[in-house]
């Protein structure tokens, strides 16, 4: 936008040029406030841009960043040494089951090896839940701050183009009593 107003200030400049007296004024005039116009819109584009656009590219390369993180692959390691560990406790009772019937003189090694079992899954489970419990609570924590952030974000941004439209409607209020003037004439 801030360059199409440019060209058009460029272009009624020339047009202003060309004509004589009062309108050939006015045509430079309305050209150098198109203009003075166009710069406001460009310093406001790269405000955006540094203001909300970076802001925004944070959040996005943040999100992505904490996919990519260890924290949830520790979290699926976790999760599988679980189920791996339930599943091997189930076939080790199937199996202890089997020698109490037969009465193998193998049981109480069986046994000793089903309470390590069972004691490395009570560990398992623990250790998974500590790591979701501490995944939640920093997912909390992230998403109230990048909340808190694209809130002033966005507030900045309203503010911004607040500011550019009442500058806009300023400069353009401001020509129009020459204008007025040429067409009463």
């Given at each position: 936008?801030?360059?199409?107003?440019?060209?058009?200030?460029?272009?009624?400049?020339?047009?202003?040029?060309?004509?004589?007296?009062?309108?050939?004024?006015?045509?430079?005039?309305?050209?150098?406030?198109?203009?003075?116009?166009?710069?406001?819109?460009?310093?406001?584009?790269?405000?955006?841009?540094?203001?909300?656009?970076?802001?925004?590219?944070?959040?996005?390369?943040?999100?992505?960043?904490?996919?990519?993180?260890?924290?949830?692959?520790?979290?699926?390691?976790?999760?599988?040494?679980?189920?791996?560990?339930?599943?091997?406790?189930?076939?080790?009772?199937?199996?202890?089951?089997?020698?109490?019937?037969?009465?193998?003189?193998?049981?109480?090694?069986?046994?000793?090896?089903?309470?390590?079992?069972?004691?490395?899954?009570?560990e398992?489970?623990?250790?998974?839940?500590?790591?979701?419990?501490?995944?939640?609570?920093?997912?909390?924590?992230?998403?109230?701050?990048k909340?808190?952030?694209?809130?002033?974000?966005?507030?900045?941004?309203?503010?911004?183009?607040?500011?550019?439209?009442?500058?806009?409607?300023?400069a353009?209020?401001?020509?129009?009593?020459?204008?007025?003037?040429?067409?009463?004439?």
């Amino acid at each position: 936008m801030g360059q199409s107003l440019a060209d058009f200030g460029k272009a009624i400049k020339l047009l202003g040029a060309c004509e004589g007296d009062a309108l050939g004024t006015a045509f430079s005039e309305v050209g150098a406030k198109s203009e003075m116009l166009s710069i406001k819109l460009q310093r406001e584009a790269q405000h955006l841009l540094m203001n909300f656009e970076e802001p925004l590219k944070d959040y996005v390369r943040s999100v992505q960043s904490i996919k990519a993180s260890g924290t949830i692959a520790e979290r699926a390691n976790a999760f599988r040494q679980q189920c791996e560990l339930a599943e091997t406790i189930k076939l080790k009772e199937i199996d202890l089951n089997k020698m109490r019937l037969i009465r193998s003189e193998k049981l109480y090694d069986a046994e000793h090896e089903y309470e390590e079992l069972k004691a490395d899954s009570q560990e398992a489970t623990r250790r998974f839940e500590t790591i979701v419990r501490l995944m939640n609570e920093e997912t909390v924590r992230f998403q109230e701050q990048k909340t808190q952030d694209m809130g002033r974000a966005f507030h900045e941004f309203a503010k911004g183009q607040a500011r550019l439209a009442n500058a806009i409607a300023d400069a353009w209020r401001s020509l129009l009593p020459k204008l007025e003037s040429l067409s009463v004439s």
